[in-house]
């Protein structure tokens, strides 16, 4: 049976975890927009940052539901919002940003929906100048308007980048909160 010192222990180390994990996830934030621009105009290796972002924010979902998940909620059964008063002030922020972020990404999919139309996505970088403008779907090359193209390329790129945006808002307010991590 472990000893209340090792509990305690335990228990700092779930929380600096979750410390840990809150701070990268906000790092990550500006880097997914600096992955759109390059997205969008150049260079296209920073497309990286709005992947690593992504998965990060879905790794916290995933484990909610291990041991580490289950002790966080039993450590810090509301957050570190629970442990760290100040954070309670960033619920209504994090609220805020996540409805600017999904509706964003919204008219990214009806920007995307209206204007590829079924014919496919767009290369990158996507204002890139081309000689020739075409949507690829499944193989299937669909010449375009520079105009539609690059609606229909920044349509999906904004949708992405916004929705791996919301998605890690969203882990970061399980983390500071738990509403999301704490089903009963």
């Known amino acids: 049976m472990p000893t209340n010192n090792s509990t305690t222990q335990t228990d700092v180390t779930v929380v600096r ?22 997205q969008l105009f150049g260079p296209q290796w920073t497309g990286l940052f709005g992947l690593m972002g992504f998965v990060s ?14 002790r966080f909620i039993h450590t810090c059964p509301n957050g570190l919002s629970d442990r760290f008063i100040r954070l309670r002030r960033l619920e209504i922020v ?17 920007t995307l929906a209206a204007t590829a139309r079924f014919d496919g996505v767009s290369g990158t970088p996507v204002f890139a100048h081309r000689e020739h403008y075409i949507l690829v ?3 299937i090359y669909t010449e ?16 992405w980048h916004f929705g791996a945006l919301y ?3 969203l882990a970061i307010y399980a983390l500071l909160f738990a509403r999301i991590l704490n089903e009963k």
């Not at 994990?21 to 880097?31: F, I, K, T």
């Not at 375009?144 to 949708?159: D, I, K, M, Q, T």
Request: glycine fraction near 10%; include cysteine; hydrophobic fraction near 60%.
């Open 17 to 38: 975890i979750a410390v840990s994990y809150s701070v990268m996830l906000a790092a990550l934030l500006p880097l997914v927009f600096l992955s759109l621009y390059g």
């Open 57 to 70: 924010a879905m790794a916290v979902f995933g484990l909610s539901r291990s041991s580490l998940g289950k």
């Open 167 to 169: 998605a890690m808002l």
């Open 144 to 159: 375009v308007s520079r105009f539609r193209y690059c609606l229909a390329g920044a349509g999906f790129h904004v949708a």
């Open 94 to 110: 994090l609220r805020s940003a996540m409805r600017g972020v999904g509706l964003v990404a919204a008219i990214g999919l009806v």
């Open 137 to 139: 779907d499944h193989s």
